[in-house]
């Protein structure tokens, strides 16, 4: 979130500027973007960037809050296998536009030479999680599947398919193959339907 400035009221026009500014930047340059950069790019001065983030991590965490790559809701479709494919279908809508996308990419591809941005994909780790865990609890509570669920791997599967093909720089899936996807998914499970026989497809 972008930082609460000091002795002075924000003005609304130089924080969208300055958050446009670092939305393209990132997306077409990648995560070496200074403040000098993201201050030209917007025509504002230096100081106004750095009041409204302290530090470079400030300025990634504001950028993916705002794209959406932070948290979806967990739906609530009825079913798992419902529920699996509206969470994919989302995470596809989300990666799939710009700039998120683009900065996406670049923080898959930076990460493993910089903790900063490790650090950044473990908290987008941790919140994605917690979506799955809601999810795999309706399922619990439906009845469609037992308590004992791998819940960290259906996270991880469900992450690193998307890390894996926007490293890639791979097309995303589309609707059949969301729903293949959710189907291999909930049938990995064992889910249950009303009469307690696995869901087959």
Same mark, same amino acid.
Do not use: C, H, W
């Given at each position: 979130?972008?930082?609460?400035?000091?002795?002075?009221?924000?003005?609304?026009? &130089?924080?969208?500027? +300055?958050? $446009? $500014?670092?939305?393209?930047? /990132?997306?077409?340059?990648?995560?070496?973007?200074?403040? @000098?950069?993201?201050?030209?790019?917007?025509? %504002?001065?230096?100081? !106004?960037?750095?009041?409204?983030?302290?530090?470079?991590?400030?300025?990634?965490?504001?950028?993916?809050?705002?794209?959406?790559?932070?948290?979806?809701?967990?739906? @609530?479709?009825?079913? =798992?296998?419902?529920? =699996?494919?509206?969470? +994919?279908?989302?995470?596809?809508?989300?990666?799939?536009?710009?700039?998120? !996308?683009? +900065? !996406?990419?670049?923080?898959?591809?930076?990460?493993?030479?910089?903790?900063?941005?490790?650090?950044?994909?473990?908290?987008?780790?941790?919140?994605?999680?917690?979506?799955?865990? %809601? /999810?795999? @609890?309706?399922?619990?509570?439906?009845?469609? +599947?037992?308590?004992?669920?791998?819940?960290?791997?259906?996270?991880?599967?469900? $992450?690193?398919?998307? &890390?894996?093909?926007?490293?890639?720089?791979?097309? =995303?899936?589309?609707?059949?193959?969301?729903?293949?996807?959710?189907?291999?998914?909930?049938?990995?499970?064992?889910?249950?339907? !009303?009469?307690?026989?696995?869901?087959?497809?």
């Amino acid at each position: 979130m972008i930082a609460k400035t000091r002795g002075r009221k924000p003005d609304p026009e &130089v924080d969208a500027a +300055i958050r $446009a $500014a670092v939305d393209t930047l /990132i997306a077409e340059k990648g995560l070496d973007v200074t403040y @000098d950069q993201v201050a030209a790019y917007a025509r %504002v001065g230096r100081a !106004s960037v750095f009041r409204r983030y302290p530090t470079k991590r400030d300025m990634l965490l504001d950028a993916i809050e705002r794209t959406g790559g932070a948290r979806l809701p967990a739906p @609530d479709t009825g079913s =798992l296998r419902g529920d =699996l494919v509206t969470l +994919i279908a989302g995470m596809t809508e989300v990666y799939g536009a710009m700039p998120m !996308s683009g +900065i !996406s990419r670049n923080l898959f591809a930076e990460a493993p030479n910089d903790p900063q941005i490790l650090f950044i994909l473990r908290e987008l780790n941790a919140r994605r999680q917690e979506v799955v865990d %809601v /999810i795999l @609890d309706q399922a619990v509570r439906r009845g469609e +599947i037992g308590v004992g669920a791998p819940r960290k791997a259906i996270g991880d599967l469900i $992450a690193g398919y998307f &890390v894996g093909l926007l490293t890639a720089r791979q097309d =995303l899936p589309g609707t059949a193959e969301i729903d293949r996807l959710a189907g291999l998914l909930a049938d990995g499970l064992g889910v249950r339907t !009303s009469t307690g026989v696995a869901a087959r497809n």
